[in-house]
């Protein structure tokens, strides 16, 4: 049996395996994604950002249970940031979810953000992918942790949640915040905390300020993850949000998938063609050579760059 | 056309009742300077639970900090686990307060490398550079 279709059957091996090949960018694994694209498209991508700290994890660890409690499978990528000094990285999201280990109907990847800005891996869309046509109903991606600008899950999910807590510096920051403006559902976690009232009307108010088009509709809801699947957790309500979201999408279903591959068209157009421009190059003797020749002011900066696009 | 990218993939992991997870972090920590991506899952792990992670994380070694004394019955467990998963090929070594006779016993079990408490991280990273391959 190939590995594709022992990944449509489900094997967890195999798809971990080949999560690993296409995060490691081997070609011959994007050719087996390539054929698990007619299997994708039934899953629903949610996607979790927020300041490092708001508690995302735990966030997602407790909608893992209440989807699981549902009887709905859930995929997770989780990322994390890459040491731009040592090229490593610390997983640890899984921290938080370790108690889904042995269910069988919950797969948590982690990965690395690899130089990678925005968030996300390059990798992501891909590893979310291969959770979809496995059949995964739910799949959750978890970003870095860094909130101004994460703007690239939104492209990737189809519901993007933004956690943030109480006390990050008043309504100023509300204002800035950039990420908040990408929210289909804005969650306020530790609400249990002093502030979390202010936090939510300052909210109100900078959506309000907004006005943007069509982004009137985002619910603020307040919760508190690590209280898990109790009431008073406010989990449920994050829930019903998210499902509210997607019911008021559903009719606009086909946009938004269209926009979505719209959007990753583009980011593999220009990821490709990086890889491209790099191997020239390479090829060329790497970086240094033109350098040496644009400080003694051989060439300029522009000419250099042309040098190399135009042997591609 | 597309670059690729291997990296050494790494479960840090805590088998166990004991509530120490300082060495394991401070291994995690230095296999990460090392240039290697770790996945840690923190205290309280069964061996079905890191053999899980270890199949959906896809990496190639599993490194255990064990200072329990239950490391005769831990390692031959998340061994037998990574078996059952069919990821049999997974590296598995560690580091604890083990006594030699037992870490003589353990190697000869499939245990790839024990640490005493004496290693120094950079010998820790080095070990994984140089005896967990990149295959493919």
Redesign the interface.
């Known amino acids: 049996m190939s590995r594709i279709e022992k990944v449509l059957e489900g094997d ?2 195999s798809a ?2 080949l ?3 296409l995060d ?4 011959g694994a ?1 050719e087996e994604l390539k054929a698990l694209h007619p299997h994708t498209g039934k899953g629903y991508i949610i996607g979790i950002t927020g300041n490092p700290g708001a508690g995302k994890s735990t966030l997602v660890d407790a909608l893992i249970t209440l989807y699981r409690q549902a009887r709905l499978r859930v995929g997770v990528v989780a990322v994390d940031p ?2 731009p000094f ?7 999201d ?2 938080r979810m ?1 108690r889904h ?2 269910d069988e109907g919950v ?4 990965l ?1 953000t ?1 130089g990678q800005l925005g968030g996300l891996s390059r990798s992501t869309f891909d590893v979310a992918s291969v959770l979809d046509a496995m059949g995964y109903e739910r799949i959750i991606i978890e970003t870095v942790g860094v909130g101004q600008d994460e703007i690239e899950v939104m492209k990737t999910a189809y519901t993007s949640v933004v956690v943030t807590v109480p006390g990050l510096g008043d309504d100023i920051q509300a204002i800035k915040a950039g990420i908040l403006e990408i929210a289909d559902v804005l969650v306020v976690n530790k609400a249990d905390r002093d502030g979390a009232d202010r936090a939510v009307r300052d909210l109100f108010q900078m959506l309000d300020l907004r006005g943007v088009v069509g982004r009137q509709d985002v619910e603020i809801v307040k919760a508190i993850a690590t209280q898990g699947t109790r009431p008073e957790s406010g989990v449920a309500d994050v829930v019903r949000a998210i499902d509210e979201h997607r019911e008021r999408m559903g009719a606009h279903e086909i946009q938004r998938k269209t926009e979505r591959a719209m959007a990753h068209i583009g980011e593999l157009v220009r ?2 063609l990086a ?2 421009a ?2 020239a190059l390479r090829a060329q003797g790497g970086l240094e050579g033109l350098a040496a020749s644009v400080v003694k002011r051989e060439q300029d900066p522009y000419s250099a760059a042309e040098s190399v696009l135009k042997s591609l | 056309m597309s670059e690729t990218l291997r990296k050494r993939r790494i479960l840090v992991a805590k088998p166990g009742l004991d509530g120490h997870d300082r060495g394991a972090k401070v291994v995690a920590r230095a296999l990460a300077d090392a240039g290697h991506e770790v996945v840690y899952t923190g205290l309280h792990q069964t061996p079905a639970m890191i053999a899980t992670a270890a199949v959906q994380e896809a990496v190639d070694a599993v490194g255990l900090s064990i200072m329990s004394g239950a490391h005769m019955t831990l390692f031959p467990a998340v061994i037998e686990a990574l078996k059952k998963q069919g990821a049999g090929d997974v590296i598995v070594f560690g580091g604890g307060i083990i006594p030699d006779e037992d870490v003589i016993e353990l190697l000869k079990n499939g245990v790839a490398k024990i640490f005493k408490p004496g290693a120094t991280t950079q010998e820790i990273g080095q070990w994984v550079s140089d005896n967990v391959s990149l295959e493919g």
Do not use: C, H, K, Y
């Open positions: 967890v091996r971990a395996r999560m690993r090949d490691d960018r081997l070609p994007i890459t040491s040592s090229g490593g990285a610390i997983l640890g899984r921290i370790q280990a042995s797969f948590i990847r982690s690395a690899r990821g490709l890889d491209r790099n191997a």
